[in-house]
């Protein structure tokens, strides 16, 4: 099995080590974060070492490396991180679940990070370092750039290309054969129909609370 080493202690580098170890042929040999976030010198039963040693301890020779972080300041710190790890040799592996179904014919990106329950349709095209939370619908000849984060049960139609950097929050559903522009910030729930600017914020109006409570509905 090849050796990993994955960047972040938080919940989404346990889901990481998670995924890679009960769904991949990579076994994870350690953790590593900025020494100003280490605060134990182990995790998930793997040692924990400072970014700025990982060379010595885990070359890239010899390791591939996996870096485990959220849309954070709309996915920067993610493609720093991504950038640094290449930088110092590294080949970035990329997790795709065995329950997703890719029916693309073109490779997924580095460092992606793709859930179960995930259709990516045939000529589909998906960056690197991107995050696919589970339960996706990824249309044909739709493109999605680097470093964006898809949340879950988005539903991207056909002929869609989203820029970089972008987030897409739950539930929301992008028409078909349209432009996102980098680093938009697509809400929750929300309809887009038409193409967006670069750097939009597209959210959608949140249910309001009845005015009648849920002690005088008579049906439940």
Known sequence: MKPLVIFGTGD???????????????????FTVDPEFITASEFC????????????????????????????????????????????GYRLASYVSSHATVLTQYPIGENCFVLEDNTIQPFAKIGDNVTLWSG??????????????????????????????????????????INIGDKCVIGAGT?????????????GPATERARVPSTRLRKI
């Open 12 to 30: 989404i580098g346990q889901l990481a080590h998670f995924y890679f170890t009960s769904d991949s042929d990579y076994r994870v040999t350690a």
């Open 45 to 88: 039963g793997q040692p924990v070492v400072p970014f700025n040693e990982i060379a010595v301890h885990y070359p890239a020779a010899r390791h591939e490396l996996f870096v485990a972080l959220s849309y954070a300041k709309l996915n920067q710190v993610r493609k720093e991180k991504y950038l640094a790890a290449k930088a110092l």
């Open 136 to 177: 996706n619908h990824i249309g044909h000849h739709s493109a999605i750039g680097d470093h964006c984060f898809i949340s879950s049960h988005v539903v991207v139609s056909g002929g869609v290309t989203i820029g970089e950097s972008c987030f897409v929050g739950v539930n929301a559903t992008l028409r078909d054969h």
């Open 191 to 203: 309809l887009i129909l038409a193409d967006t600017e670069p750097e939009g914020v597209y959210m």
